[in-house]
């Protein structure tokens, strides 16, 4: 398999679990910057990755203001701020993995799959919960 490298916007629990199979599997999974609102968050992924400071924003307008800088972007932002920064990567050219929920109505979904397509690109949602450690705990109880 190819390494895949993508852009975390959202370093929180839900950025974290992407963040985690990186370190876990880097032959798949490269991330190559980070935006996040908290530094602490911010610091600890480019440690994490080796990434250099300039790779990590405050925010996702400022990391997508840059020229497109790996193959996808993970979208892990709260729930109702997905939509804005999917569609800056979508048009920028990037494969996006979108956190659940995706959106906030139907209309904007279809709007982000028609850019996809438009695009050439994957839009993917992402079904996290699966593999939280609560989650997998759980599985491993019942098992």
């Given amino acids: 398999m190819n390494q895949v490298t993508a852009i975390l916007i959202g370093a929180g629990a839900r950025g974290q679990i992407y963040a985690r199979y990186a370190q876990e599997h880097p032959e798949e999974l490269r991330i190559m910057a980070v935006a996040e609102p908290k530094a602490d968050r911010r610091a ?82 992402g079904m996290r919960p699966a593999f939280t450690p609560g989650f997998v705990a759980l599985r491993e109880a019942v098992s």
């Fill in 44 to 125: 600890l992924m480019c440690r994490a990755y080796g990434n250099p400071a300039d790779r990590a924003f405050s925010n996702w307008e400022d990391l997508l203001a840059r020229p497109q800088m790996a193959d996808a972007a993970l979208i892990c932002t709260l729930d109702d701020m997905h939509t804005e920064p999917t569609l800056a990567a979508l048009k920028q050219g990037y494969h996006v993995l979108l956190e659940k929920p995706a959106c906030p109505d139907r209309d904007t979904f279809a709007r982000l799959c028609s850019l996809a397509r438009e695009q050439g690109v994957v839009l993917l949602e």
